[in-house]
């Protein structure tokens, strides 16, 4: 089993300032990393993702992630946050042996971006 | 392209009442789950489906059922709705070879008085 920990519920930040969002996994097996991007009273979008190979991934609008095997940890950051930006980010593991393809999340973490 | 749909978006229902959440996808995808989100919670996983005909439970099973009996549908069934059953419900589907990489449907507000 696996499970997923956001450590920070919100995290109000003023424009084009840099923001990182914390995610630390556990599990006992090998994982692939995701986070999701959900807006107000919409569904989940894939921001991106860690399958294998290099440790540092990009994904959507401006936003990266580094996989850190050995903290467990899948960091999401940004170098210039805009007032868009503000919406609540979901950390996910997947195990890679199940057989099957579903998700652990976290509670998410609430980014607030202000002027 | 459709993706993951999900009917109806928005139901209120009454204690003891029962309903079916519908989703389907076009992708032809081997699986499909469905999740609940709750505020402060994230997505729960409810049950999954690897293909037609087999299911399995996820975390937070009690109170739902679901079938697969094509590859394109996954229907969520509440068989007399509690107020904990409020939630957003999520549909999802993924396909063999794709790292897991799961695309979601737009969710189902569901409010049970």
């Known amino acids: 089993a696996q499970s997923v920990t956001q450590l920070d519920s919100q995290v109000p930040v003023f424009e084009e300032a840099p923001v990182e969002l914390r995610c630390n996994y556990s599990?006992?097996?090998?994982?692939?990393l995701f986070w999701y991007v959900q807006y107000p009273n919409q569904g989940l979008q894939l921001l991106l993702k860690?399958?294998?190979?290099?440790?540092l991934v990009k994904g959507i609008n401006g936003f990266e992630a580094e996989f850190n095997k050995s903290q467990t940890s899948f960091h999401l950051r940004k170098p210039s946050v805009h007032i868009s930006d503000t919406a609540e980010y979901f950390c996910a593991v997947s195990d890679q042996l199940s057989g099957y393809s579903t998700l652990t999340f976290g509670k998410g973490t609430m980014l607030l971006v202000s002027p | 392209n459709a993706g993951v749909t999900q009917t109806p978006k928005f139901q209120v229902l009454k204690t003891g009442q029962s309903m079916t959440l519908q989703c389907a996808q076009d992708m032809n995808h081997e699986y499909m789950s469905w999740y609940r989100q709750d505020p402060g919670m994230g997505l729960r996983l409810i049950h999954y489906s690897v293909g037609a005909g087999i299911t399995d439970q996820g975390e937070v099973p009690n109170g739902y059922n679901v079938s697969r009996s094509t590859t394109e549908d996954f229907p969520l069934r509440l068989l007399s709705a509690a107020p904990s059953q409020t939630s957003v419900y999520f549909c999802a589907s993924s396909y063999i070879g794709s790292g897991n990489t799961i695309y979601f449907g737009e969710g189902s507000w569901l409010t049970v008085v």
């Open positions: 860690y399958l294998s190979g290099s440790t």
């Open positions: 599990s006992s097996v090998s994982v692939y």
